[in-house]
């Protein structure tokens, strides 16, 4: 996460934003009161034709069955086996004429890692999103956009570089940028800004951005330069060769690696500072029906470890005090040779859907498998259980986690 895009709530600085919380909470409750809509999510605010608003809310409350590893190099004496997590999401949206948008979703959490930490305070997404007419659109402030035609990733989503591969609810979380789009019929382009959060306005990077369809396929493509990081270039294409079977490709070139400060396991890997690399997701999908598909994937970054650099890496890692942040699981993949296969289905079990995976390291041969399991308990309120799975030996990409397995057991309901 970017330095600056949270707060942790201690002293004063807590009741305050709770009491923020709350007036936003009884705000949506006479709201909700007054209109008394049937089971929704969101309420309108406002009876003014040109103007409509809505406040909604989206609570999560999980409980985390852990089986600890002691022996990994991520090991801390804090881990437990069990852990539990709150997270709020309060969603404000105005939209004036069909043509402005606002929307503000304020988050408070138990922090992930440390649970008996000062809550978080975070701006989930905060943007404001204006039509300048002839097609142009401006876009500014914090959104949460995705690109590329991946599953297992998209490394052509240069916005989310740093997302967090193995929980979803992390993922919700935007990025910051200003962006002017242009959207003519069959195309949008863009050309925009991504600071860097609490550094100079040089570590920001430049930013383009396209798409449209060629021969039947969807083509996006992205590119942003920064001095020192230099270029990086995205690019994915996907297209169904019959109506259930599909093609796609994700991929990205980098012009120079990514700064220590970033990505501290760079620092064992055969690429230095000024090479270029590329990553990539080589895929096909099977479409049974509407809510069935299959995937199967091959994933490739020449830049990740191979297993004596990934020993090495590890062996540093051991050697860090446990107040090292450099001593926490690192929520991306680091490794370079992946395979990568998904079941998802939404039909088969009625209303609960679920959905497997597996993702194995190539080179090292360790393996990291999840089960999904969603059941809907009423129009308002989900319940969901999902089981991860770390397996390898030691010095092996998912053989180092902390945790052998994790089974989450999460509620979700929005008001």
Not at 68 to 86: C, G, I, M, W
Request: charged letters at 25%; zero cysteines; a negative charge.
């Amino acid at each position: 996460m970017r330095a600056g895009s949270q707060t942790k709530l201690g002293g004063a600085a807590w009741p305050a934003a709770a009491w923020f919380l709350l007036l936003l909470l009884l705000r949506a409750g006479v709201a909700s009161a007054a209109s008394m809509p049937s089971a929704t999510a969101e309420t309108a605010l406002t009876t003014d034709p040109d103007v409509t608003e809505t406040v909604g809310s989206d609570l999560v409350y999980r409980e985390v069955l852990l089986r600890p590893r002691p022996n990994s190099a991520f090991h801390k004496t804090e881990h437990k086996d069990y852990v539990d997590q709150l997270y709020l999401t309060l969603k404000y949206a105005a939209v004036y004429d069909y043509r402005n948008t606002v929307v503000v979703e304020p988050a408070i959490r138990t922090p992930r890692s440390r649970p008996t930490n000062p809550l978080e305070l975070l701006i989930e997404q905060g943007y404001i999103e204006s039509t300048l007419g002839h097609d142009f659109f401006l876009t500014a402030g914090k959104k949460r956009e995705t690109e590329g035609s991946g599953f297992a990733l998209n490394p052509s989503d240069l916005l989310n570089l740093d997302q967090d591969f193995f929980d979803p609810l992390y993922r919700r979380e935007g990025q910051v940028f200003t962006r002017l789009a242009w959207r003519p019929r069959g195309y949008k382009l863009g050309i925009g800004f991504v600071p860097k959060r609490g550094a100079a306005f040089g570590a920001g990077k430049a930013w383009l951005t396209g798409a449209t369809t060629l021969a039947g396929a969807d083509v996006t493509a992205e590119a942003t330069f920064q001095r020192s990081e230099k270029s990086d270039i995205g690019l994915s294409v996907a297209r169904f060769f019959t109506d259930s079977w599909e093609l796609h490709v994700d991929s990205r070139y980098q012009a120079r690696q990514r700064d220590l400060a970033d990505r501290p396991e760079r620092a064992y890997s055969s690429y230095r500072d000024d090479d270029a690399s590329y990553a990539y997701v080589a895929g096909t999908r099977f479409v049974f029906t509407p809510k069935r598909t299959a995937i199967a994937e091959l994933v490739t970054d020449q830049a990740g470890l191979m297993p004596g650099e990934m020993h090495n890496y590890f062996t540093f890692v051991r050697s860090l005090d446990e107040s090292d942040g450099r001593k926490d699981l690192p929520t991306r993949l680091i490794g370079r040779h992946y395979a990568y296969l998904g079941y998802q289905d939404g039909e088969t079990l009625g209303h609960t859907s679920f959905g497997l995976s597996a993702l194995a390291n190539r080179d090292d041969h360790s393996l990291f498998s999840s089960l999904d399991i969603k059941h809907p308990l009423s129009r308002l309120a989900t319940l969901e259980i999902s089981a991860l799975v770390f397996d390898g030996r030691v010095d092996t990409e998912f053989g180092e986690a902390p945790f052998k397995s994790a089974t989450y057991i999460q509620f979700e309901g929005r008001f």
